[in-house]
């Protein structure tokens, strides 16, 4: 009797470590199959990290997309963020540029980064940005407050059943990564 319940146990420990072992490769695997599952669904658009080239497009007259700003702070940055504008009416193909305001509230040098994301994400292929001021990290100096430009352009192929695009800003204080 005491050799069966040492099988069991035995029995037990492979299955364990089997779920322990399967359990990690799925954790492993996330990353890649959440950006496979984002680009199937277009969840989560991911914006261009740098400037496209102005490139002259057929502005479509008939057609008005709204395009909504929103800026976020992540919980350690000590500082004011805020676009100029709630939304703008724009036509495809027509560059447009709208102003963001940053502030640092703290006595010390900082240095921040935005983070963009578009939604819905299928349109973020669409959304060309020639000018953003999240294409590097932001050094402000102590109670530094400046206006920071986005130009952009949102390409007249954008399938016709968009009618309104999201730019969203989250901005970090990388201050203490430096």
């Known amino acids: 009797m005491n050799n069966d319940i040492k099988q069991k146990n035995i029995k037990l420990l492979r299955t364990l470590l089997l779920v322990a072992v399967a359990?990690?490769?799925?954790g492993f695997a996330l990353v890649p199959l959440y950006d496979v599952l984002c680009?199937?669904?277009g969840l989560n658009g991911?914006?261009?990290g740098s400037a496209v080239k102005e490139v002259v497009y057929t502005v479509d007259k008939d057609r008005e997309i709204t395009v909504e700003f929103m800026t976020s702070l992540n919980e350690s940055a000590p500082m004011?963020?805020?676009s100029e504008m709630k939304k703008i009416k724009v036509h495809p193909g027509e560059y447009y540029t709208v102003n963001f305001y940053a502030e640092?509230?703290?006595d010390k040098i900082m240095v921040a980064q935005a983070i963009p994301s578009i939604?819905?994400?299928l349109a973020a292929e669409y959304f060309k940005k020639t000018e953003c001021f999240c294409f590097?990290?932001?050094t402000f100096k102590p109670r530094e407050g400046r206006t920071m430009p986005v130009r952009f352009v949102v390409?007249?192929?954008?399938?016709k059943q968009y009618k309104t695009i999201t730019l969203a800003y989250t901005f970090f204080d990388n201050t203490k990564t430096q």
């Open 23 to 26: 359990m990690f490769g799925f």
């Open 155 to 159: 390409n007249p192929d954008l399938p």
């Open 39 to 41: 680009e199937i669904t």
């Open 46 to 48: 991911k914006v261009e």
């Open 104 to 106: 640092n509230l703290t």
């Open 80 to 82: 004011v963020f805020r």
């Open 119 to 121: 939604s819905p994400g």
């Open 136 to 138: 590097t990290e932001q």
